[in-house]
């Protein structure tokens, strides 16, 4: 581990748990619970009752009439739904504490970088692109790997690829938008896309732990609010 790791790793946890960013942890996560609650309830459900399969029409309904059978595929796509639920519950979460990410930048350049200067550049209109592009190759990846899901073995591991490019692009826009200028945000992601790509990679992985994927979004930006004011201190010097 690098020493800017550490220091960004050291920093982050101690801003995360400061009275005032737990404050602001709790809208998020009250938000997203409501929603996965709501998704959680309306869930119940098995092949038969959604008429996914008539048990009379075909072979194939006839075989997973046999209860066995049928709890045995019921359980797998039930396994196959958490999963599913886990992964957008990650990137609700990410785009629910958008909203809150200029409050969370502001609070950490208060506390570590006055001498750096956010910029206000960066306009909605001008990350518009930005955001479409990156929702547009999200469904694109979506479109192509949600065949595969079927497929016992790899259906979580291939649908985590898409999740993950949306996980890191657009938690990458949101911070580094509430900072950098567009120019600035270019030049500062290109120079260091092995940083930023390491740096949520391993966020994404922790966000596969259930529940952390939820509690811990509000730190996730402050890690990366960290590595774009450092990012943009060097540039600027």
Not at 129 to 137: A, N, R
Not at 144 to 157: K, M, S, Y
Not at 212 to 217: E, H, N, P, R
Request: net charge positive; aromatic share 18%; hydrophobic share 55%.
């Amino acid at each position: 581990m690098t020493s800017l790791a550490k220091d960004v790793i050291k920093k982050s946890i101690s801003d995360f748990f400061s009275a005032k960013f737990l404050t602001l942890s709790v809208a998020p996560i009250m938000i997203v619970f409501a929603i996965i609650f709501g998704v959680y309830f309306m869930s119940d459900f098995d092949l038969f009752s959604l008429g996914i399969i008539d048990n009379s029409s075909s072979w194939f309904g006839w075989i997973l009439s046999i209860p066995a059978i049928s709890w045995l595929v019921n359980a797998f796509l039930q396994i196959l739904i958490w999963g599913l639920l886990i992964v957008v519950s990650v990137v609700l979460s990410i785009i629910v504490v958008g909203f809150f990410t200029p409050k969370i930048v502001k609070e950490v350049q208060k506390r570590h970088y006055q001498d750096v200067r956010i910029s206000k550049e960066f306009t909605l209109s001008k990350g518009f692109f930005h955001y479409v592009k990156i929702f547009f190759i999200f469904f694109t990846l979506l479109a192509f790997t949600l065949p595969l899901a079927v497929i016992p073995g790899v259906n979580l591991a291939i649908l985590y690829v898409p999740f993950y490019y949306l996980f890191h692009n657009f938690l990458v826009l949101d911070v580094g938008s509430s900072i950098v200028s567009p120019k600035e945000f270019k030049q500062i992601v290109k120079n260091n896309k092995a940083l930023f790509r390491s740096t949520t990679f391993t966020l994404y992985l922790i966000s596969l732990i259930p529940l952390s994927g939820i509690l811990l979004q509000v730190f996730y930006v402050i890690v990366i609010s960290h590595e774009f004011f450092m990012k943009k201190r060097e540039l600027n010097r």
